[in-house]
């Protein structure tokens, strides 16, 4: 098993390094590859609790031009989504602090008095941050959703795409959800497990 960032990750599975790979990107649309979605979560806003959560796209437009907008880095998939999405809303940061990680967003949404779009997975790693932070359903009934996917060759690598499928299902059920919820209850309610049926 490894952790890495995606592409790394991508390179070794191209070359038969590693058998399964779990990632939010969505490529891997030919037929060589075997997909299975395990689970998807929603985008939300993420701001400090002194804030006021943006009920309306004018609110998110707002807090846009009077707060910093913290994102991912060039590259980073999520990064990609949220700025198509923002744009599709017409809301432009006026000033875009980018970060390495999940944890160092949600820091900086502390420290900077900042904003972010962010999943709930990702929200976890920067728990150190939530007592003082709050979250919201993106204004207006939007949604943004993420997908998680195993993948592997499709010639030889079914049983370990299902094997892996269902254990990240059941760890995200029986192990991570527990423990969002310990941190910021009602987070968990944006996560949902993908029925392999």
Not at 55 to 61: A, G, K
Not at 102 to 113: A, D, K, P, R, W
Request: include cysteine; hydrophobic fraction near 40%; aromatic fraction near 8%.
């Amino acid at each position: 098993m490894e952790s890495l960032l995606t592409a790394p990750l991508v390179e070794k599975l191209l070359k038969d390094e590693i058998d399964v790979l779990i990632s939010v990107d969505p490529m891997f649309n030919d037929d060589r590859w075997l997909r299975r979605e395990s689970y998807r979560e929603s985008f939300l806003v993420l701001s400090k609790d002194k804030i006021g959560n943006p009920c309306t796209i004018e609110d998110l437009q707002r807090l846009s031009i009077t707060r910093p907008y913290i994102s991912y880095g060039a590259g980073s998939q999520d990064k990609i989504v949220c700025d198509r999405f923002l744009r599709s809303l017409n809301v432009r940061p006026l000033e875009t602090v980018t970060a390495s990680s999940s944890y160092v967003i949600t820091g900086l949404v502390h420290e900077l008095n900042g904003w972010a779009l962010l999943t709930p997975t990702n929200a976890l790693s920067g728990k150190t941050f939530l007592d003082n932070l709050q979250w919201a359903p993106l204004p207006e009934g939007k949604q943004l959703l993420r997908s998680t996917w195993v993948v592997g060759d499709s010639f030889n690598r079914e049983q370990q795409v299902d094997l892996v499928c269902k254990l990240a299902q059941e760890a995200l059920k029986d192990k991570f959800a527990p423990h969002i919820k310990n941190f910021a209850p009602g987070l968990a309610n944006y996560i949902e497990i993908v029925s392999q049926d």
